[in-house]
């Protein structure tokens, strides 16, 4: 499946050394520019993602000029509009978020969504992790990412662990 990322999804699983999860369970994994520039901009600015290093497999391609009218009222950060706009122009098969007015939009617009937790749903399915609790620990840790308890409860009954 080819898949379009927002920043967060990348960053964050950059941060706990998992990125590659991206590349065992997508077959091609594209972002615009913009979710390029704000990458290494957060890398730079913000201390808990000093140094982390963008993927190179990972697929730059150009937003479209023109995005939907939902995602121009919703006022969406540049990476997660032009996120969506290259979804829509790639006609590709989920879009990788977690913000929730973006996936709130892009749901609006017919697109299928994947946040962080999903994926690492998928990776233990798959077999490509063996414990998701580990990961949930360090990316709420290391990463500074919420987690609601509620969801996380969820995710270790789903999983068993």
Known sequence: MIVVADTSVILNLCKIQHEHLLQQLFKRVL???????????????????????????????????????????AELDAGEAA?????????????????????????????????????LLEARNRKLISNIKILLDRLEREANFWISRELRLQVLQLTGE
């Open 31 to 73: 972002i615009p520019n913009e979710v390029a520039d704000e990458f290494k901009w957060l890398t730079k600015t913000r201390k808990r993602f000093f140094g982390l290093k963008f993927p190179n497999w990972i697929e730059i391609s150009p937003a479209p000029k023109s995005y939907p009218i939902e995602v121009i009222h």
């Open 83 to 119: 996120a969506i706009a290259l979804f829509l122009k790639q006609k590709a098969g989920a879009l990788l978020i977690d913000e929730t007015i973006g996936r709130n939009v892009a749901e609006k617009l017919g697109i299928r969504t994947m946040g962080i937790i999903r994926i």
